[in-house]
Nanobody
Framework: QLHLVESGGGSVQAGESLRLSCEVS????????LGWFRQVPGKAREGVAE???????DYAESVKARFTISKDNTKNTLTLQMNALKPEDAAMYYC???????????WGQGTQVTVTS
């Protein structure tokens, strides 16, 4: 498992941007899928974006064209650039990692994103 620490959450108005970061530590030598999830109280955690070791990214339909996931292998950081935020994007955002082809097995503590209209 990897150790993940998120940062960058906060409160913004609709239409504004936020940038979330996740520091990744531990045994990063293996091939890991990295991703961002979000959760609001009373609802299931949902996948937002993920990025493969080769940099291929995938997004939930609700965030396509607004969010961008990226990673810096030299700094072991994962980033989620969120633009044109909507009130429905408000949630606790979690960084996650997992060995390619297997289940997500590492989670951060979460960072809160609030979007006011």
């Amino acid at each position: 498992q990897l150790h993940l620490v998120e940062s960058g959450g906060g409160s913004v108005q609709a239409g504004e941007s936020l940038r979330l970061s996740c520091e990744v530590s531990g045994n990063t030598s293996g091939r890991h899928l990295l991703g961002w999830f979000r959760q609001v109280p009373g609802k299931a955690r949902e996948g937002v974006a993920e990025i493969e070791p080769d940099g291929t990214a995938d997004y939930a339909e609700s965030v396509k064209a607004r969010f961008t996931i990226s990673k810096d292998n030299t700094k072991n950081t994962l980033t989620l650039q969120m633009n044109a935020l909507k009130p429905e994007d408000a949630a606790m955002y979690y960084c996650a990692a997992g060995p390619c082809g297997r289940a997500w097995d590492s989670w951060g503590q979460g960072t809160q994103v609030t979007v006011t209209s």
